[in-house]
């Protein structure tokens, strides 16, 4: 019975794409056109009339590569916001606090020691244990009750904010990354020609972004597969269809679903350290990313990994594209997307029907 759970699973992820182009010929053409299109503005050499129109192509391209940078640090907090709320249903709104609460554990303990990379695991483990503690004194004790885990955890958030308030005070903090990942370095992309010798004019771009980007796209890959080609993710996804039959074939779901949500709250921690990395910390973090984890779930599907991957990529472009092209109505832009998914795809533009 159980690999035929995992099997069926894994047919419903990989047939979503074949099933929309089958069922939607035209948007599923005009959509590769538009990747087709969006290509050729990276990769190719503007003409000049082009650049009359958009502005120079090494903003645009700075906002692409910006944009998925920050998608892919809006992946790394809703990743583990979807193993919380998408998959096991518990609303959980004091995971902003998470993680800003990672991002100061990671500025202290790369601050003391002098490395960068200790702050990961310090992070990791002193967040993932809160998450331990909320899941067990909280959560367990108030399962399925959607609106009173929605009241506490609003009431846990503005109390870890206070006590964070209280103990690194309202200054803005950035964790400065090592040596290695300082400085630009030069990609693959053109942004022009030299007029002189026409030679190709290269990209630079901050190191520290690109590293990352590499990490987000590790770290996905990772848990889609923990979830989809392990037995421990069939476990959890079986516990939320039908919690009971898990149980009554000897599964300990309850240490299966503190583990699950320790994890997502030690991600929660890690996004902190990164996103004090490459931007910084300051009281307000907190709401502002636990609304953008909402959004990229909203967008993407509650409880899918790949569709948190696309929301946080589309709400992260949609956000620097706003600000360098439409900076008064940036933050419209992002709702709007929300809207248009809610209005045309309610479950998420990869959710489940």
Known sequence: MRPKLADISIERGAGGMSKFMSRHPV????????????????????????????????????????GVTLGALYFLVASGFTLIFGLMRNVNLAHGSLYLLGGYIGYEVSTYTGYWLLAFPAAFLVVAGLGLLLQVFVFRRLDGQDLRQ???????????????????????????APEWLSGPVKTFIV???????????????????????????????????????????????????????????GIRVQLVFVGVFAFGAGLAGIAGVVGGTFQSMAPGEDTRFLLASLVVVIVGGMGSIPGAALGALLIGLAEQFGSVYMPTYAVVLTFLIMVLVLAFRPQGLMGRN
Do not use: H
């Not at 969006?38 to 906002?63: C, D, H, Q, Y």
């Not at 958030?157 to 903090?173: P, Q």
């Open 27 to 66: 948007w599923s053409v005009l959509i590769l056109l538009s990747i087709c299109v969006f290509l050729w503005m990276v990769f190719a050499v503007w003409p000049r009339e082009l650049t009359s129109v958009i502005g120079k192509k090494k903003i645009f391209l700075n906002a692409v590569l910006n």
């Open 150 to 176: 929605t009241l506490i955890t609003i009431g846990i958030s503005i109390v870890l904010a206070d006590l964070m308030l209280w103990g690194w005070g309202g200054d803005f903090y950035q964790i400065l």
């Open 191 to 249: 942004t022009g020609v030299k007029r002189s010798s026409g030679a190709p004019i290269f990209l630079k771009y901050p190191v520290v972004r690109l590293a990352i980007l590499f990490a987000a796209v590790v770290i996905g890959i990772g848990m889609w597969m923990l979830l989809n080609k392990t037995r421990i993710g069939m476990y959890v996804r079986a516990g939320v269809d039908d919690r009971d039959m898990l149980s009554a074939v």
